[in-house]
């Protein structure tokens, strides 16, 4: 079955702008959650959907932002970016319930801001 | 906060048992134990998970000791390939992964 689908895969862009990654689940998966990884942070949570509403939301600031459609694909948002937005942004997906075999990771996305 | 202390790595010699340690002193009743390992910033790849007993899958063994306060994931036959690093996390009913800073596990031929 198909994986979990992060596009695009390498991103370039300007301090000041904004960008949009994109994330489709397993089908069936209801929840998508996303991730920051950076050398020193290392992997940190975003936001998590399910059913198109936002579930929970880890401690960024308000320039990070997400959606989920009906379909569960999602889409992640950063607004106004900084250097320090320069990571490898993952995408996982998963039924919703903790007792189903856990979350299924995207390759990612890696955003270099300049 | 991650709830999950690792050692932050480890070697082990080609086909041997790999065991890698985990404590979570404070888990609470409803969560999971997860273990998830990351290869050269991959997106984390799914290895195992338990609540209470003892699991065991194509890839690992989990072993959660009866307090639940720790476990430890066994990699039986530990190839080149294994080399990653490895996280531990708790994970409870609608709840978020929270990764700590893992063991990056070195395989040695």
């Known amino acids: 079955k198909a994986g979990v689908t992060q596009t695009p895969r390498y991103l370039i862009k300007t301090r000041g702008q904004q960008v949009t990654l994109s994330c489709s689940p397993i089908?069936?998966?209801?929840?998508v959650s996303w991730y920051q990884q950076t050398p020193g942070q290392g992997l940190q949570f975003l936001f998590e959907?399910?059913?198109?509403?936002?579930?929970n939301k880890g401690n960024f600031p308000g320039r990070f932002s997400g959606r989920q459609f009906s379909n569960s694909r999602s889409e992640m948002n950063v607004s106004t970016l900084e250097l320090g937005d320069s990571a490898l942004y993952l995408c996982?997906?998963?039924?919703?319930?903790?007792?189903?075999?856990?979350?299924?990771f995207g390759s990612g996305t890696r955003l270099t801001v300049v | 906060d991650a709830k999950t202390t690792q050692p932050p790595s480890m070697d082990c010699a080609e086909g041997r048992a790999a065991n890698l340690p985990c404590n979570h002193s404070?888990?609470?009743?409803?969560?999971?134990v997860y273990w998830y390992r990351q290869i050269h910033s991959q997106g984390p790849q799914y290895i195992i998970h338990?609540?209470?007993n003892n699991e065991t899958n194509e890839m690992a063994s989990l072993i959660i000791t009866e307090d639940r306060k720790s476990s430890t994931l066994i990699l039986p036959h530990a190839t080149l390939r294994d080399t990653a690093v490895y996280y531990c996390?708790?994970?409870?009913?609608?709840?978020?992964?929270?990764f700590g800073q893992g063991t990056e596990l070195s395989v040695k031929p």
């Open positions: 996982a997906s998963s039924w919703g319930q903790v007792e189903s075999p856990g979350y299924t």
């Open positions: 996390i708790l994970l409870n009913q609608g709840g978020k992964l929270i």
């Open positions: 404070t888990i609470s009743g409803n969560e999971y």
């Open positions: 338990g609540l209470k």
């Open positions: 089908s069936g998966h209801r929840s």
């Open positions: 959907y399910f059913s198109e509403t936002q579930r």
